[in-house]
Each structure stands twice: as structure tokens, then as C-alpha cells.
């Protein structure tokens, strides 16, 4: 059984940063895809970063050249470094899992969030 635990969320200032991790617990191959979400209050969640079993990365384009994200394969770990944060990145941020050959740009956008694993979230909040 996959399992997914998230850690590294607070509170900061704007400009400040933080650093998210996902550990994976119970995976059996490196042909996933990985990425962090969020989702603020209400608002949809929204997919901020993955990357696939190639090494590819996607952001959607509010954090752009601030976060970046990557993944340890020998600790089953990702990552989400998150620069000059702002306001309006205040979210609980989720790490989720999928398993197969999928492009991490359809994983971001299309992924309905079904046949997968997810975290149980980590909250993030930026004040002014």
C-alpha cells in the first residue's frame, strides 16, 4: 500500500521561503508521476508542480521562477522549494502519486485526482 507523508509547511512572511517534502512510502517503481497541489480556501485546487518518470517538470504559471520542484529517487522523496513566496500562495499544499508512463504537463492540468495517491496535506500560509 502506497503512502504519502508531507511535511515542511508554516507560516512566513512574503519574500520569505520553505521547502516541502513527500516521502513514499510502499512504491515499487520509479515509472510515476509526482507533483504538489493546492488548495486555498474556497477555491479549487489547483496543480502547482510535478514531474514525471523522464525527469520533466511542469509549473503552473503563478509560481513560475519562484518554486521549484524535484525528487530523490533513493529516499522515494520530493521536494517543492518555494522562493519569494506570496499572499496569494497560502494554501494547503498536497502531494500526490500516480503510477505509469504520463506526462507530467497532463498529470498537472488534466489528472482528475482518481487512481492515485494523495497526501493528507500540508499548510502553507504567507502573510504580508
Known amino acids: 500500500l502506497v503512502r504519502l507523508v508531507e511535511s515542511g509547511g508554516g507560516s512566513v512572511q512574503a519574500g520569505g521561503s520553505l521547502r516541502l517534502s513527500c516521502r513514499a512510502f510502499?512504491?515499487?517503481?520509479?515509472?510515476?508521476?509526482m507533483g504538489w497541489f493546492r488548495q486555498a480556501p474556497g477555491k479549487e485546487r489547483e496543480g502547482v508542480a510535478s514531474?514525471?518518470?523522464?525527469?520533466?517538470?511542469v509549473y503552473t504559471d503563478s509560481v513560475k521562477g519562484r518554486f521549484t520542484i524535484s525528487k530523490d529517487n533513493a529516499k522515494n522523496t520530493l521536494y517543492l522549494q518555494m522562493d519569494n513566496l506570496k499572499p496569494e500562495d497560502t494554501a494547503m499544499y498536497y502531494c500526490a502519486l500516480k503510477g505509469g508512463r504520463y506526462a507530467s504537463s497532463w498529470f498537472l492540468h488534466l489528472w482528475t485526482g482518481r487512481d492515485g495517491y494523495w497526501g493528507q496535506g500540508t499548510q502553507v500560509i504567507v502573510s504580508s
Open positions: 514531474i514525471d518518470a523522464h525527469g520533466t517538470t
Open positions: 510502499g512504491i515499487t517503481s520509479n515509472t510515476i508521476c
